[in-house]
């Protein structure tokens, strides 16, 4: 039967799925967490990274942002790097880490994704928010790239050992 759910013998219904739903949002109150991503975009002829500059915080970083309710991880990714960047995914990006980002809360997590099949279909111009992208070669990265990023060139090109924190 082509149409049958192969998921929906493990949904709970009836009491059961309603308990379920109330330990899940006691436990989203509780312990709300916030997911985020990042893109290494990496251009391995010109051996460069894509960096972008904020209008609201400080240093050069890699592009991304947070998941948003129903979107997956790839799917937040693909969006931020295209927003931030006009870059748009053709392959099968990786997922290299996770961190914890303490600095932004207590219940943030950051993944790292690596980036090496893609397109940029116009170069990103400034706007309110991005005040500055580009690709910049792995050698001669611009001045004030945030101790995070530069950790993260660190842990996927110099084999660095992986931070669990951002």
Do not use: C
């Not at 039967?1 to 929906?8: H, L």
């Not at 790839?74 to 006009?86: C, I, T, Y």
């Not at 961190?99 to 790292?112: C, Q, T």
């Not at 111009?125 to 530069?150: C, H, M, S, W, Y």
């Amino acid at each position: 039967m082509s149409g049958d759910d192969p998921e929906k013998a493990f949904r709970q219904t009836g009491w059961h799925g309603l308990r379920a739903r109330l330990f899940h949002l006691y436990f989203l109150m509780r312990r709300p967490m916030t997911l985020g991503v990042r893109g290494l975009v990496h251009d391995k002829n010109g051996n460069s990274i894509f960096l972008i500059r904020h209008t609201y915080v400080p240093g050069w970083q890699l592009p991304g942002g947070g998941v948003e309710t129903g979107e997956t991880m790839e799917q937040a990714l693909a969006r931020e790097v295209m927003e931030e960047g006009n870059i748009l995914i053709t392959g099968t990006p990786r997922l290299v880490s996770i961190h914890h980002n303490s600095r932004a809360s207590r219940r943030d997590h950051v993944g790292l994704y690596v980036i090496d099949e893609f397109r940029q279909t116009a170069p990103k111009k400034p706007d309110r928010e991005i005040a500055e992208a580009g690709f910049f070669r792995l050698d001669n990265l611009p001045q004030g790239v945030t101790p995070a990023t530069l950790r993260r060139i660190r842990e996927v090109f110099e084999q660095a050992s992986v931070s669990p924190h951002w």
